[in-house]
């Protein structure tokens, strides 16, 4: 039988080569998403393609295991109410979110545990550590260069709390991770010329300041729940390891807190991406009415949709649907849906995960609502 002296030194062991493994992995991604986004801009490949997206390796990966554990299924459709759901198509796309919300997480809080660690508090204290407009502005050009869907944006929101971004540049983060998004301006570029995409822009970089500013009244303050889980961490005997050590173990713990609701979110998706054409439906059904914004919010929020993916769709409806109506589809299933609203429970409190919400909500009717005035009026 193995005694105990000899389990605590295989323990030691796997604990000392974990955050090795750990941080490996970290550079591998980050390495994979700088190469592919230098290739792209050597190769004369398309704007979208130039921006680097971190989570890119990780997200082709989990699609290859989603489709290669689920290849032997067969065919099934099952009506709903809301459309059909693909039973075959809903495993694979769970799976693939399994594989991506937990390593997103982890690696994320990894990170900044490792740069407050490593790098000195002072330099996130002059970054993203502000919690006054420098920081918000910190905390909304991070989001800009780091476009995400909403199931993904609050996975690295945890993150970026745990590693000493203040409330107004994580919630400034927040929202214009995935509001702006290289798609949309991309979108609007197209359809209406630079001024629309730069109209786009701003409402975004303002609105994502004013959600930095509205915090206190949104509720927006992870750190009640992260740091209460790290508190008791940091204060145990693993000051004294190295910062590999450290950095991983209250990786470990935030991560141990929050697996399960990563897990549902993940499962969540993997319905509701089933239902993205219903959108798209309806939107051919409404046309040119005033309150199309408003309808294409409210259906368009739970859902869970890239904007990489309904951008195509909605150059293709941008002739009998106006384009604040396609904006405003577009937003809603970026900025907000049911799988964030999980991890924003979690993290928030249900009340408070209820306002962030609404805020959304009321920012997309809105913008949805300016640009057909200009545009279609």
């Given at each position: ?57 990780i ?23 809301f ?6 198509y ?36 002059r ?16 989001g ?116 399960y ?64 109506t ?32 609404l ?19």
């Open positions: 039988m193995i005694n105990r002296s000899t389990l605590i030194a295989v323990r030691g062991s796997f604990e000392r080569i974990m955050p090795v493994i750990s941080l490996a992995a970290l550079a591998l991604i980050v390495g994979m998403a700088l190469f592919q986004s230098v290739n792209a801009w050597l190769t004369g490949d398309e704007v979208k393609n130039i921006v680097p997206v971190f989570e890119a390796p997200a082709q990966a989990g699609k290859a295991l989603g489709k290669a554990l689920t290849d032997w299924m067969p065919a099934w459709i099952v009506p709903t109410p459309g059909p759901l693909d039973v075959k809903t495993a694979s796309y769970t799976i693939y979110e399994w594989f991506k919300l937990p390593i997103i997480l982890f690696l994320t809080t990894y990170g900044m545990a490792l740069l407050r660690l490593r790098i000195s508090t002072g330099w996130i204290e970054t993203i550590g502000r919690n006054d407009m420098l920081g918000a502005v910190g905390g909304t050009l991070m800009m260069v780091t476009p995400v869907c909403s199931c993904t944006v609050t996975n690295l929101y945890a993150g970026l709390v745990a590693g000493g971004a203040s409330q107004r540049a994580s919630s400034a983060f927040l929202f214009a991770s995935p509001a702006l998004n290289e798609f949309a301006i991309i979108f609007m570029f197209v359809i209406v010329g630079p001024t629309g995409a730069l109209l786009y822009v701003l409402a975004g970089f303002v609105a994502s300041i004013a959600t930095a500013y509205f915090a206190p009244l949104l509720g927006l303050d992870p750190a009640r729940f992260v740091h209460r889980h790290m508190t008791g961490h940091t204060s145990c005997e693993c000051v004294r390891e190295s910062i590999l050590i450290r950095a991983h173990h209250e990786a470990w713990v935030l991560f141990k807190r929050l697996f609701v990563v897990l549902f979110s993940g499962l969540l998706a993997g319905i509701l991406v089933n239902f993205n054409l219903t959108l798209v439906e309806y939107l051919k059904q409404a046309g040119a009415v005033w309150w199309g914004p408003i309808a294409a919010t409210l259906l368009g929020l739970p859902l869970d949709i890239n904007a990489a993916s309904t951008g195509p769709i909605l150059v293709a409806l941008h002739q009998i649907v106006p384009i604040g396609l904006i405003a589809a577009m937003m809603a299933t970026t900025v907000s849906s049911i799988p964030e609203w999980a991890m924003l429970d979690r993290l928030l409190g249900r009340i408070n995960a209820i306002r962030v919400v805020w959304y909500a009321a920012y997309v009717i809105l913008l949805g609502l300016l640009l057909n005035w200009i545009f279609v009026s």
